[in-house]
């Protein structure tokens, strides 16, 4: 791995943490779900334009057409919709520990329902997120935790896992941005539904608001989905993935740092058995595409 390949995956690991504090701004002062829809409405046109300028073409695989739809709801409305209407009484950094354990919930589906055989290692690592969510739950309800949100951070992870493990390889065939501009669409609608029928729109708008919605639409909205794929393309799915165990530490760090949430030691803690169980499921997964690859 070069080190453009290190500057990128740290990037992009960076922007895809960020969005939760981003997103503890917008739902502090915007109807979470109107505010959301909106995004993906410009996130989805500007991904689209950019596409098209790339010479990518609307004829997507049917494979193409079923990762659009399900990606749409499951990881656009579901996941992130319940993830911002959760960060209205959940703190970013909670609801970006949670969401991090997606990678560690793919390897358990993946041996739970496919079969799949975990190593040793990727036990470890399994066991080690267990661990540290634990650690890190038990500090918050004592403290004092909505339940409620939690739940709704929780099952955001779970259909996100879901959708997953659903369209694992079904968008390759090129035209990606045009793929990732068509699920944006897809969750704009299907949360502009959501919104009319329950939210009632009122704003407090200040500089923080506006901001915070422009980097969320431009930065982890399309440029982090930009640097994966390139990402990707040099170095592989699998190397790339590995890049998912920093997303707990830039979470936390940058909801401390932005919206100065406090750092318990019992959350560090935390944090640091769950990168270590990521990491150990990720560098797993490598060896074994190394080995199918070399038998």
Known sequence: ?????????????????????????????APPVSALALRFLISGLLGILIARLLGQTWRLTRGQWRATIIFGICQNALYLGLNFV?????????????ASTMPLLVALAGWLVFRERLAPLA???????????????????SGGVDLYGVTLCVIGAIALTVATLAVRGATSGGNFLMVVGLQMLVGSAALSVVAVATETIHIAW????????????????????????????????????????????????????????PLRIYDIIGVAVIMAGILAVQVSR?????????G
């Open 206 to 261: 200040s500089w923080e608001l506006i901001a915070a919605f422009a980097y969320t639409t431009l930065v982890p909205g399309l440029a982090a989905t930009l640097v994966w794929f390139l990402l990707v393309e040099r170095i592989g799915a699998t190397r790339a993935a590995t890049f998912h165990f920093l997303n707990p530490f830039f979470g936390v760090a940058v909801a401390a740092l932005i919206l100065s949430e």
């Open 286 to 294: 490598r060896d074994v595409a190394r080995r199918a690859r070399a």
């Open 86 to 98: 959760a960060m209205q009484t959940v703190e970013a950094s909670l609801a970006a520990i949670i």
């Open 1 to 29: 791995m070069d080190i453009r390949a290190i500057v990128m995956g740290l990037s992009f690991a960076f922007m895809w943490s960020s969005a939760f504090t981003s997103a503890r701004i917008i739902v502090s002062a």
């Open 123 to 141: 036990v470890c690592g399994l066991i080690a997120g267990v661990v540290g969510v634990v650690i890190i739950m038990g500090s918050r309800m």
